[in-house]
């Protein structure tokens, strides 16, 4: 998934997905917490790769992974292309009324829009840039 894109909560914590990203998403995707105080939305087809990889692991190392799957909400599209995202999620990445939605590979990533832009200063500046393109080998 790729872009970024701008868009405000409803009054009901509804937010509208753009419609590249719906495509990707599909009708039916999940989100959950991450480590950078935003939200992951995942389609299901990469939630259940991600679900099929905890699987995998050793009890002890799934027992790590609890927080992802126990903030986890399942989320549907209505007609008009917004999702509800659960209060206890909206409250954990501090959304006000602004969120930016980035693309970020194979998921996308929901964050209040102050946040985003102090991450986005911080990490879009030419060393950073080069930094990765040098991880890339590029």
Same mark, same amino acid.
């Given at each position: 998934?790729?872009?970024?894109?701008?868009?405000?909560?409803?009054?009901?914590? +509804? @937010?509208?997905?753009?419609?590249? @990203? +719906?495509?990707? %998403?599909?009708? *039916?995707?999940?989100v959950t $917490?991450?480590?950078?105080?935003c939200l !992951?939305?995942?389609?299901?087809?990469?939630?259940? =790769? %991600?679900?099929? +990889? *905890? /699987?995998?692991?050793?009890?002890?190392?799934?027992? &790590?992974?609890?927080?992802?799957?126990?903030?986890?909400?399942? !989320?549907? @599209?209505?007609?008009?292309? &917004?999702?509800? $995202?659960?209060?206890? @999620?909206?409250?954990?990445?501090?959304? =006000?009324?602004?969120?930016? $939605?980035?693309?970020? /590979?194979?998921?996308?990533? %929901?964050?209040?829009?102050?946040?985003?832009?102090?991450?986005?200063?911080?990490? =879009? =500046?030419?060393? /950073? $840039?080069?930094?990765v393109m040098?991880?890339?080998?590029?």
């Amino acid at each position: 998934m790729t872009g970024e894109y701008q868009h405000a909560l409803d009054s009901k914590g +509804r @937010l509208f997905m753009p419609a590249k @990203l +719906r495509d990707e %998403l599909g009708e *039916v995707f999940f989100v959950t $917490i991450s480590m950078d105080r935003c939200l !992951c939305a995942y389609s299901s087809e990469s939630w259940n =790769t %991600l679900s099929e +990889r *905890v /699987n995998a692991m050793p009890y002890v190392k799934q027992r &790590r992974m609890r927080p992802l799957f126990a903030h986890a909400a399942r !989320c549907e @599209l209505d007609a008009q292309g &917004r999702a509800l $995202i659960p209060q206890n @999620l909206r409250e954990y990445a501090g959304f =006000t009324k602004s969120v930016t $939605i980035v693309g970020c /590979n194979n998921h996308a990533e %929901l964050w209040d829009s102050d946040a985003w832009r102090a991450v986005y200063e911080l990490e =879009t =500046t030419p060393e /950073n $840039i080069a930094a990765v393109m040098e991880e890339l080998e590029f």
